[in-house]
Nanobody, 118 residues
């Protein structure tokens, strides 16, 4: 049973920090690329960061100097450390994995909500 569970969201002031977690079950995260997405209501879901099976990381330009994706293989969990948060970072954050068990589809978690506000 493949499952992704995001957690760690909440209300934070501008300039604050949060660490989001993506806990995986039913597969090993180190064998796949894991991605973090951000979505504002009414807008398209946007890729924020990913970590590949080889450990290579990528972050979109708007968060490159503030966010950091990481992976804890022992916990089978991927994190998104978010620093220097801005109001524009507000929204739902989702993690996803593609093609587990060669099914050619994405798996998504339920999302965790981040609100950056004074």
């Amino acid at each position: 049973q493949v499952q992704l569970v995001e957690s760690g969201g909440g209300l934070v002031q501008p300039g604050g920090s949060l660490r989001l977690s993506c806990a995986a079950s039913g597969f090993t995260v180190s064998n796949y690329s894991i991605k973090w997405y951000h979505q504002v209501p009414g807008k398209e879901r946007q890729l924020v960061a990913y970590v590949t099976s080889l450990g290579t990381t990528w972050h979109t330009d708007s968060v490159k100097d503030r966010f950091a994706i990481s992976r804890d293989n022992a916990r089978n969990t991927v994190y998104l450390q978010m620093n220097s948060l801005k109001p524009e970072d507000t929204g739902a954050y989702y993690c996803s994995v593609y093609n587990v068990r060669s099914l050619g589809m994405d798996y998504w978690g339920q999302g965790t909500l981040v609100t950056v506000s004074p």
